[in-house]
């Protein structure tokens, strides 16, 4: 059997220095100079995720944090790196064996109405993953799209519904149903909530963290919104330009978030509190091109601790003190007693 | 205090708006019971959730709708002058000049095979009728020096060219562009934006306002948005006003339970592990007849078969601000707490 050792103490996943990259442009010009732009989606990312983890991945657009999740799963072939999936390496998987590993490793989209086939009534839909995979027959088929659809919270009144004949929230249940269908063991979930009312996101959250635990899946949340980050993460990466800035429990990054991108994307967020309005000053610059990328640490011309060889190095990801991983030649690292190192004064 | 019945300090005033589109040769009521009063310097937040009517009222105001959506409204009134007596002339010349708005989805409001310049000089020739041609482009790089970005160079440059960011901040640039400018609606102006750009984008919004002493009408579903812009909150459900307060009442003393649950639902950061509030149901089709109170079926603090029978009208709550809730004006008000 290709799932390999089921040992509870080996990651699912896992990625080592995993890069992606896009060329773009590839008109004329670029025939003739040889200059080939390229947007570095994802830049040498490593990461594990435990059986029955969920590892939040947040940052901001051109992240990079759908390509990873996206490249993960091997939607988006990589350009270097490896990927493993349960000590198993797919990097390279052909076609039909990797066919076959998909059973185990299924997404949920951000946008339910866009990742339905719009003529397919709901039960199908659920069912698509089983007669792709060859998994039963019709009848069983069916029966088990029933059951996955009550799993979600719906009742078989929806069986024959279309999905313009029901909510966004309810869809995008459907959207989960369907993800199960093969009894995956990981999931990637990209952004399933942004496009859900508030009222309904809590429904879909708490219907998502249930199923977690129910079913022992090991998660992988990608998302834009920390207060919904916080309520699911177990273990939080911070992505900035393709990498990892910084990764850790979701304790040490909410207790004491070390990289500065991550302190100022957590001061950013806006809070529900009219008494804590304008508090926090709004940070400066904007998330560079991909394309051309600063040197040295990508984040250094929007950084209030940047020196002089945050222009020239990238940082490694090292462990500091809080215990976590961050990537900030300003932040101490975890051997370096704090008193040895002395922070440049933050202008106030 | 928080109820502004002062007529003589409002800008913008509206009273009875009903705005219904046709699908299917059927109408289909998207606004059915809207009003709101706006003073200069004052931003009133206009919280709802998808198809609460809370942008079709925005477009309802600025004139924005034309046939087969229908706007009937009691008044309108724009600094003493009721739009729906206008020309079409006068209302073209009324909005972008007393009146502008600032759209969700900054790249889809320019014209992509037009330059910035050329598309800001347009706004300038209609309504700026003080500036000589000669002097548009100075005062273009002014204007945009008002919003942080330098635009020195750059007229000539296409919308892609630019930054989600940086185009949010020229849209906004050029919507205050008059200097007659009283009213700004902004329709969920930060919605497309990453966070820390959005922190930006609210911060020179609620600078621009308080500078020029303008009035802005904020359209957004997100209640940490509003926090930390308005000073007035309408809440809106099912095209209708559910509830509203200033904003320090609505979020520690929310009356109306549309409202109180929708706090509840909001995660809390850094969250504290508890199961989040899940309200049922979801917000109905604008075509659902449905009588009594439109919230009923999700309600948690239903009082009795008066929530299905009649719909409870918009009167003054206890906090000072208005609810259209049958338990309004009796107490204890809503004390049952649910988990």
Redesign the interface.
């Given at each position: 059997m290709p799932s390999g050792t089921q040992n509870d103490n080996a990651p699912v996943v896992g990625v080592q220095n995993l890069k992606t990259h896009f060329p773009v442009g590839g008109g004329l010009l670029s025939r003739f100079t040889g200059k080939q732009e390229v947007v570095h989606a994802l830049d040498g990312v490593s990461l594990e995720i435990m059986p029955g983890q969920t590892l939040a991945v947040i940052g901001?657009?051109g992240s990079g944090k759908s390509t990873l999740g996206r490249t993960i799963l091997r939607l988006q072939e990589p350009t270097s790196g490896t990927i493993s999936f349960r000590g198993q390496d797919v990097t390279r998987l052909g076609r039909e064996p990797l066919r076959r590993q998909r059973r185990k490793m299924q997404m949920v989209f951000q946008n339910p109405y866009s990742s339905v086939n719009r003529r397919n009534r709901l039960t199908d839909i659920i069912a698509e993953p089983m007669l792709v995979h060859g998994i039963g027959d019709a009848a069983s088929r069916r029966a088990r799209a029933l059951e996955l659809l009550e799993l979600v919270g719906l009742n078989a009144d929806f069986a024959h519904r279309y999905p313009h004949e029901v909510?966004?929230?309810?869809l995008q249940r459907v959207g989960i149903a369907r993800a199960l269908a093969t009894e995956p063991d990981f999931l990637v979930a990209d952004e399933p909530t942004a496009s859900l009312?508030?009222?309904?996101?809590?429904?879909v959250?708490?219907l998502l963290k249930d199923l977690k635990s129910e079913l022992g899946l090991t998660l992988m949340f990608i998302s834009?919104d920390?207060?919904?980050v916080?309520?699911v993460a177990d273990r939080i990466a911070v992505m900035y330009l393709g990498r990892i800035v910084e990764i850790g429990t979701?304790q040490q990054l909410?207790?004491a978030p070390q990289h500065p991108y991550t302190q100022?994307?957590?001061k950013?967020?806006?809070?529900?509190?009219?008494?804590?309005?304008?508090k926090?000053?709004?940070?400066?610059g904007?998330?560079p091109s991909a394309i051309n990328r600063p040197s040295g640490c990508h984040y250094h011309p929007r950084c209030p601790l940047a020196m002089e060889v945050c222009r020239q190095e990238y940082p490694v990801l090292e462990v500091k003190v809080g215990g976590q991983q961050a990537a900030c030649h300003a932040v101490p690292a975890a051997e370096v007693p704090a008193g040895a190192v002395t922070l440049p004064v933050v202008p106030a | 205090m928080s109820e502004p019945v002062s007529p003589a300090t409002e800008v913008l005033s509206v009273k009875g708006l009903r705005t219904s589109y046709e699908f299917r040769g059927a109408k289909v009521p998207a606004v059915k019971e809207f009003s709101l009063s706006v003073r200069p310097g004052e931003i009133v937040g206009l919280v709802g959730?998808?198809g609460s009517g809370k942008s079709t009222a925005l477009k309802s105001i600025l004139g924005m709708l034309k046939p087969p959506a229908e706007v009937q409204a009691d008044e309108i009134v724009l600094d003493g002058r009721d739009l729906r007596s206008l020309s079409s002339e006068e209302s073209r010349r009324m909005r972008g000049g007393e009146m502008a708005m600032i759209f969700q989805d900054p790249i889809n409001s320019f014209n992509p095979s037009w330059t910035i310049g050329s598309q800001f000089r347009r706004v300038l020739r209609l309504h700026r009728p003080d500036l000589k041609r000669s002097e548009y482009d100075a005062e273009i790089i002014r204007l945009l020096k008002g919003v942080g970005i330098d635009g020195r160079g750059k007229l000539n440059s296409y919308p892609f060219q630019f930054?989600?960011?940086?185009l949010q901040r020229i849209m906004i640039a050029v919507a205050c562009s008059s200097t007659n400018l009283k009213v700004l609606l902004a329709d969920e102006p930060t919605t497309s934006l990453?966070?820390?750009?959005?922190?930006?984008v609210?911060?020179l919004l609620?600078g621009l306002c308080a500078q020029r002493n303008l009035a802005m009408v904020l359209v957004t579903?997100?209640?940490?948005?509003?926090?930390?812009?308005?000073d007035k909150v309408i809440v809106m459900y099912a095209g209708r006003v559910v509830e509203v307060a200033n904003?320090?009442d609505l979020?520690e003393r929310p009356q109306h339970p549309y409202t109180q649950?929708?706090?509840k639902?909001?995660?809390?950061?850094?969250?504290d592990g508890q199961?989040?509030?899940?309200?049922?149901g979801?917000?109905p089709s604008l075509d659902e007849k449905i009588t009594g109170c439109t919230f009923a079926a999700?309600c948690d603090s239903l009082l009795g078969p008066q929530c299905h029978a009649t719909a409870p009208a918009l009167v003054a709550d206890d906090a000072g601000g208005l609810a259209a809730c049958h338990r309004v004006g009796r107490t204890p008000l809503l004390a049952k707490e649910s988990a």
């Open positions: 901001e657009s909510s966004g929230g309810q009312d508030v009222s309904v996101r809590a429904q959250m708490n834009h920390l207060a919904v916080s309520y979701r909410e207790s100022a994307l957590f950013a967020a806006p809070k529900p509190d009219p008494r804590r309005r304008g926090e000053p709004a940070p400066v904007e998330v | 959730e998808s930054s989600q960011g940086q990453d966070v820390t750009i959005e922190a930006q609210l911060e609620r579903h997100d209640l940490s948005v509003v926090a930390e812009m308005c904003v320090y979020f649950q929708l706090l639902a909001i995660p809390g950061f850094p969250h199961r989040l509030y899940a309200m049922r979801s917000v999700r």
